[in-house]
T-cell receptor, first 113, second 114 residues
Framework: AQSVSQHNHHVILSEAASLELGCNYS??????LFWYVQYPGQHLQLLLK??????LVKGIKGFEAEFIKSKFSFNLRKPSVQWSDTAEYFC???????????FGTGTLLAVQP | EAGVAQSPRYKIIEKRQSVAFWCNPI?????LYWYQQILGQGPKLLIQ????????DSQLPKDRFSAERLKGVDSTLKIQPAKLEDSAVYLC????????????FGDGTRLSIL
């Protein structure tokens, strides 16, 4: 069955700390991988995506993610977080003709000033 | 570019009542999606339209949920009758046609069933 696992449900960091959020997926065939972010009171927004090519993908606001095919992983990283990064982060996968997104359960990140 | 519009933002009803949600996608986006997001979970696809045709409704509880997109633009999602477990945020998203196109989400409708 197709699924996405996010290992951390809640993460609390201080400003300037480094961030890594884990994401593993189970999906047969070619996949497209996404990280979406939801800031407090706002809608889900695309942070970055991977379709093919360079497995290290750079997104908005200094975020990046690395696709490791052998580990079925797509972890999100940021070298130095800011208070404004406080949000909920969702990993998602799609594939096939319908572009249907399968989401993980999300990780709530709280950055303390 | 205007985003995906949804209404209402909040709705409170009693169980066994009916409710409807409305979505207006980004102009030119042929694909429209309805997701259900239960507290503590990620969004789950209920139904996907390509123009006014249904592409995937495999996870739509068809005994109580229905959705339509008659003119290939706006869409409505209806629940009749509502159950307690339907309490959730209902998200609408749209995307251009094409493999791997990212989806753009609306603010959602938060539904509470009493």
């Amino acid at each position: 069955a197709q699924s996405v696992s996010q290992h951390n449900h809640h993460v609390i960091l201080s400003e300037a700390a480094s961030l890594e959020l884990g994401c593993n997926y189970s999906y047969g065939g070619t996949v497209n991988l996404f990280w979406y972010v939801q800031y407090p009171g706002q809608h889900l927004q695309l942070l970055l995506k991977y379709f093919s090519g360079d497995p290290l993908v750079k997104g908005i606001k200094g975020f990046e993610a690395e696709f490791i095919k052998s580990k079925f992983s797509f972890n999100l990283r940021k070298p130095s977080v800011q208070w404004s990064d406080t949000a909920e982060y969702f990993c998602a996968v799609s594939g096939g003709a319908t572009n249907k997104l399968i989401f993980g359960t999300g990780t709530l990140l709280a950055v303390q000033p | 570019e205007a985003g995906v519009a949804q209404s209402p933002r909040y709705k409170i009803i009693e169980k066994r009542q009916s409710v409807a949600f409305w979505c207006n996608p980004i102009s030119g986006h042929a694909t429209l999606y309805w997701y259900q997001q239960i507290l503590g979970q990620g969004p789950k696809l209920l139904i996907q339209f390509q123009n006014n045709g249904v592409v995937d409704d495999s996870q739509l509880p068809k005994d109580r949920f229905s959705a339509e997109r008659l003119k290939g633009v706006d869409s409505t999602l209806k629940i009749q009758p509502a159950k307690l477990e339907d309490s959730a945020v209902y998200l609408c998203a749209s995307s251009p046609t094409g493999y791997g196109q990212p989806q753009h989400f609306g603010d959602g409708t938060r539904l509470s069933i009493l």
